[in-house]
T-cell receptor, first 113, second 111 residues
Framework: AQSVTQLDSQVPVFEEAPVELRCNYS??????LFWYVQYPNQGLQLLLK??????LVKGINGFEAEFNKSQTSFHLRKPSVNISDTDEYFC???????????FGKGTLLTVNP | DAGVTQSPTHLIKTRGQQVTLRCSPK?????VSWYQQALGQGPQFIFQ???????QRGNFPDRFSGHQFPNYSSELNVNALLLGDSALYLC??????????FGDGTRLSIL
């Protein structure tokens, strides 16, 4: 069975500072990896995805993530955050053999002026 | 191009009642998955429907059941509601193994 660990439940950061949201996963088979953002009282929007190929993937709103197979990590980064980036972020892993998308518990990113 | 739509947006029920939630997938998608998101938690996989059949199921009791119709829309049914069933229920649609697209959810409150 697969699992996802988001190492920080909350990350406070100042506006225009860089940020990294950490995600580690566990799976005995190959996986696809995703980061989603959840706006207040809404569903989830896909930020970026890793399916195969280049380990550095770029997404919307200036976010990027790097897949590290040896460390089973998929950390999300942004070089300079905005106040509007304040939201809940979820890392997720998908196993094609069982069709399951498994989420971490989320990281609340709070950007302060 | 309409995305995933869910109805109703909010629902209040009492313990022991039954509820049906509805989902219309994004145009072109043939697979529907349902998730339960408790307050402060990540979404938990309930089950996935493909070709009108349940293809995979998470760790949820049989009180949770579903259906997929020929037009790919889906329903989630929950019987004998418990206080612990209070949550945001999310529907997601996809095509093959492509990323899932989520609706805005149904907020279910049990009194």
């Amino acid at each position: 069975a697969q699992s996802v660990t988001q190492l920080d439940s909350q990350v406070p950061v100042f506006e225009e500072a860089p940020v990294e949201l950490r995600c580690n996963y566990s799976s005995s088979v190959s996986v696809y990896l995703f980061w989603y953002v959840q706006y207040p009282n809404q569903g989830l929007q896909l930020l970026l995805k890793y399916l195969s190929g280049s380990t550095l993937v770029k997404g919307i709103n200036g976010f990027e993530a790097e897949f590290n197979k040896s460390q089973t990590s998929f950390h999300l980064r942004k070089p300079s955050v905005n106040i509007s980036d304040t939201d809940e972020y979820f890392c997720a892993v998908f196993v094609t053999s069982n069709y399951k998308l498994t989420f971490g518990k989320g990281t609340l990113l709070t950007v302060n002026p | 191009d309409a995305g995933v739509t869910q109805s109703p947006t909010h629902l209040i029920k009492t313990r022991g009642q039954q509820v049906t939630l509805r989902c219309s997938p994004k145009s072109g998608h043939d697979t529907v998955s349902w998730y339960q998101q408790a307050l402060g938690q990540g979404p938990q996989f309930i089950f996935q429907y493909y070709e009108e059949e349940e293809r995979q199921r998470g760790n949820f009791p049989d009180r949770f059941s579903g259906h997929q119709f020929p037009n790919y829309s889906s329903e989630l049914n929950v019987n004998a509601l418990l206080l612990g069933d209070s949550a945001l229920y999310l529907c997601a649609s996809s095509l093959g193994n492509q990323p899932q697209h989520f609706g805005d959810g149904t907020r279910l409150s049990i009194l």
